[in-house]
């Protein structure tokens, strides 16, 4: 919650619910990656459409961000997302 003019705001005043949102999580260069961030974010979100996820190697290809776009339908949902993200020991970063 924020103050806003004396006034408290929450969060789901300041973002609409449902809406898209991109989730960004990176980590080091790993064939197993993409496929660990997807099934993270689709425990959360089954319905992904195509074009969704988006890969980017670091220029020295040691690191990899994977971005994967969700409609989202609540801030617990994505709360509950970056948890589990920024649980495993392969993200090393989740935005």
């Known amino acids: 919650m ?6 408290m705001i929450t969060d789901e005043q300041i973002m609409s619910f449902p809406c898209e949102f991109p989730i960004k999580a990176m980590g080091k260069t790993a064939e197993d990656f993409d496929a660990l961030i997807v099934g993270i974010v689709r425990k959360h979100s089954a319905d992904m459409l195509e074009g969704a996820v988006k890969s980017r190697l670091s220029k020295n290809g040691r690191f990899v961000s994977v971005t994967v776009t969700i409609e989202a339908q609540s801030r617990e949902q994505l709360d509950n997302i970056y948890l589990e993200l ?7 970063m989740a935005l």
């Open 2 to 7: 924020q103050m806003e003019q004396g006034v």
């Open 86 to 92: 920024t649980a495993s020991d392969k993200v090393l």
